[in-house]
């Protein structure tokens, strides 16, 4: 931080700097510098990430994405609903027939 402060402005010689851009590391003052995704950025440097942000290659869409989601969704469904089933297949038949709560501690 030191260094920065005897720096002068690449932009403006006569300006001290105050930030050094941490992308081409080159000291700035307060007009050359602002703040880009919580850092501080210079405008050639943000005009650069701009402009390579609109090359940025096109997400690739599956037209099929939406039927392998539809399946999914049902195979997890299913699942659940099998699990449920066997968990009340699992019962012991006597919960059934009402014999658990004849013997319950809280007879009043």
Request: charge should be neutral; glycine fraction near 4%.
């Amino acid at each position: 931080m030191s260094a920065t402060l005897h720096q002068h402005c690449l932009n403006h010689p006569e300006r001290e700097a105050v930030a050094k851009c941490p992308t081409c590391a080159r000291p700035f003052c307060r007009e050359c510098i602002t703040e880009h995704d919580f850092r501080m950025i210079c405008a050639n440097c943000l005009a650069e990430f701009k402009g390579d942000k609109g090359k940025a290659r096109p997400k690739l869409r599956l037209p099929v994405m939406p039927m392998i989601q539809v399946v999914a969704g049902i195979a997890i469904l299913w699942t659940v609903f099998y699990q449920i089933g066997e968990i009340l297949v699992n019962i012991p038949v006597t919960f059934h027939e009402g014999k658990v709560w004849e013997n319950s501690m809280f007879d009043f």
